[in-house]
């Protein structure tokens, strides 16, 4: 999958480990291009990582849309930007059942 980039969020698919890189801001009007992206991925993939050192904004909807795709499967969030992180603290991490935070660290 080349990567998508409709300047407010770019999507690029990662292959090792398998899962998703996502900068710029992740809001209701890209459910659908996460979603798609996430279906695209290998199905037999017990765990997908997701790359969020460039993504400044989720919104609660995107954050229950990801924890729906973990069911039956581990998403792993590495290296969380300052302000997503934020948001997944407030909300706290047990209301996000398949989400599970990974490596730390920033781009």
Not at 8 to 22: A, K
Not at 41 to 62: M, Q
């Amino acid at each position: 999958m080349a990567p998508r980039d409709d300047r407010i969020l770019r999507i690029t698919r990662t292959d090792d480990p398998p899962g998703l890189r996502l900068e710029g801001e992740l809001d209701a009007a890209r459910h659908g291009d996460i979603s798609e992206a996430l279906r695209a991925l290998p199905a037999g993939t017990a765990e997908i990582r997701l790359d969020l050192a460039g993504l400044r904004f989720i919104d609660l909807g995107a954050l229950s849309l990801l924890s729906g795709f973990g069911t039956g499967r581990r998403l792993v969030m590495d290296r969380l930007s300052p302000e997503v992180a934020n948001v997944i603290e407030t909300l706290g991490w047990e209301r996000l059942p398949g989400l599970v935070r990974g490596t730390e660290g920033t781009a």
